[in-house]
């Protein structure tokens, strides 16, 4: 299975602050990347597909990039409701698999 | 509105079946993959398997394989997961999931979770 290396795995930022998360995949997968996050109690949200393209509804502070082999996931400017658990998932190759998730929380 | 209603979990002992359901509204079910993606307490998300939009062809994690059968019924807007011969690893919130191909794979829509709990 591919596995995907996220990082870091938890992070404390303050409403306002721009905040980076990256994924690098064990091996290519071309743009077959999406990002979600969610929250306690609730079930994962896509925010971001394709690597880079906003899923619609979702807010445009959320932005999706890739530089050599690894994907980033950025929030240019953090929201009370951004607090949250994200992933990165690669759909290259099933079976589809996941980061380990980064915990973003309040500073 | 697009709607994922999953039904069917509990708590069973090791070495017993489950049937979990998912009713599909909102949207046309007989054009999209479906999938279910668990979850275990603590953990990431695990895509357990997957069914395309016909039933002709499945995917399986190795884990479940031999072991979970994935099946729809398009008629009825219904996705189901049979469990057989289960493990205490097996504990996970269970989510229905649609899968959008024309967005690389995507889960874009996940139901409200049904929760396994297998006992030793």
């Known amino acids: 299975d591919i596995q995907m290396t996220q990082s870091p795995s938890s992070l404390s930022a303050s409403v306002g602050d721009r905040v980076t998360i990256t994924c690098r995949p064990s091996q290519s997968i071309s743009n077959y990347v999406n990002w979600y996050h969610q929250k306690p109690g609730k079930a994962p949200k896509l925010l971001i597909y394709?690597?880079?393209t906003l899923q619609k509804g979702v807010p445009s502070r959320f932005s999706g990039s890739t530089s050599g082999t690894d994907f980033t996931l950025t929030i240019s400017s953090l929201q009370p409701e951004d607090f949250a658990t994200y992933y990165c998932?690669?759909?290259?190759?099933?079976?589809?698999?996941f980061g380990q998730g980064t915990k973003v929380d309040i500073k | 509105e697009v709607q994922l209603v999953e039904s069917g979990g509990g708590l069973v002992q090791t070495g017993g079946s489950l049937r979990l359901s998912c009713a599909a509204s909102g949207f046309t079910f007989s054009a999209y993959w479906m999938n279910w993606v668990r979850q275990a307490p603590g953990k990431g998300p695990e895509c357990v398997s997957r069914?395309?939009?016909?039933?002709?062809?499945?995917n399986y994690v190795d884990s479940v394989k031999g072991r979970f059968t994935i099946s729809r019924d398009n008629a009825k807007n219904t996705l189901s997961l049979q469990m057989n011969s289960l493990r205490v690893e097996d504990t996970a919130v269970y989510y229905c999931?649609?899968?959008?191909?024309?967005?690389?794979?995507?889960?874009?829509?996940w139901g409200q979770g049904t929760l396994v709990t297998v006992s030793s």
């Open positions: 394709a690597a880079s």
């Open positions: 998932q690669q759909s290259y190759i099933y079976p589809w698999t």
């Open positions: 069914i395309d939009s016909d039933g002709s062809s499945t």
């Open positions: 999931v649609r899968g959008s191909a024309i967005q690389k794979n995507s889960n874009d829509y």
